[in-house]
């Protein structure tokens, strides 16, 4: 076995039988759901506990799980349920998903794949190395969803809508993401698991 297999063999939160994956990806979907539900109306973009649930899932469930639990949420999105944060009022399906803050759900993936990454990799251990990879992750979501929203409201305001707002909140997501994975990573085994 190499020094990377054992590493990952040995990371606390690896989930090896399919119905268990299946449940774990079912449950990510269902967590982001909820947390679009806990927002704070902004227009066009709202505040919603979304940003620390894909870090979270990503982080916990490792890429392949988080991006699927991420796809899931999307295609669930896509098929018209009432999964994002301002649906039905602003549309549902793949009309929403075109609508201003369809980058920012892009960004989801592209974060469940960057902290899924390093999650696999060991690297939430540490506090200080867990939140620099949530702010990777953070920016993930943001690179896309600004891109994305300048179409709708230029450049100029595409920050002052997008961004601003929601940059302190990001941070302390990052940091409560970070904290509590990396806590979790230390806690060891039990025996016979």
């Known amino acids: ?25 079912i449950g990510g979907s269902l967590l982001l759901w ?3 539900r806990a927002q704070v109306p ?4 709202p505040m919603t506990l979304q940003t620390l649930a894909v870090l979270t899932l990503a982080g916990a469930l490792g890429r392949n799980l988080g991006l ?13 349920l009432p999964v994002f944060a301002a649906a039905p009022q ?11 803050t369809g980058g920012y759900l892009a960004g989801f993936l592209l974060a ?7 999650a696999d990799r060991g690297a939430l ?5 867990a939140f ?29 809508l997008g961004a601003a707002p929601f940059i302190l909140g990001d941070l302390l997501k990052a940091a409560i993401a970070a904290l509590g994975l990396s806590a979790a990573r230390r806690i060891p085994a039990r025996p016979g698991r």
């Open 42 to 45: 902004f227009w066009p973009v």
């Open 132 to 160: 620099a990879v949530m702010l990777a992750g953070v920016a993930a979501i943001y690179a896309p969803g600004l891109a994305w929203l300048a179409q709708f409201t230029g450049v100029e305001k595409a920050f002052a």
């Open 125 to 129: 251990r540490r506090p200080l190395t």
């Open 112 to 118: 469940a794949l960057i902290v899924g990454h390093f």
């Open 1 to 25: 076995m190499t020094i990377r297999q054992h590493a990952i063999a040995r990371t606390p939160d690896r989930i090896h039988s399919l119905p268990m994956r299946a449940l774990a990806v």
């Open 68 to 80: 699927a639990a991420v796809a899931l949420y999307l295609a669930e999105g896509a098929m018209g």
């Open 90 to 100: 602003n549309g549902i399906g793949l009309a929403y998903m075109a609508g201003p």
């Open 34 to 36: 909820a947390s679009a």
